[in-house]
């Protein structure tokens, strides 16, 4: 089980209360907020590769 597979299962297994504004609400609101940020970081990196993939991919077709 990898961490996102075992961060979920964190989650699932204590699902927030929606009148909880204490400070276990903000801790889980934390960890999901650093985890957003680590996904769309990761995801920019994946765009990038994309990107620099295509380039490669476009420099070697053109020269054929």
Do not use: Y
């Amino acid at each position: 089980m990898d961490h996102f597979e075992a961060q979920n299962n964190e989650i699932a297994s204590t699902p927030p209360s929606r009148t909880s504004t204490g400070a276990g609400a903000m801790v889980a609101k934390g960890s999901c907020s650093d985890r957003v940020l680590e996904l769309e970081l990761e995801n920019s990196r994946l765009q990038q590769l994309i990107a620099e993939l295509l380039i490669k991919n476009h420099q070697l077709r053109k020269s054929e």
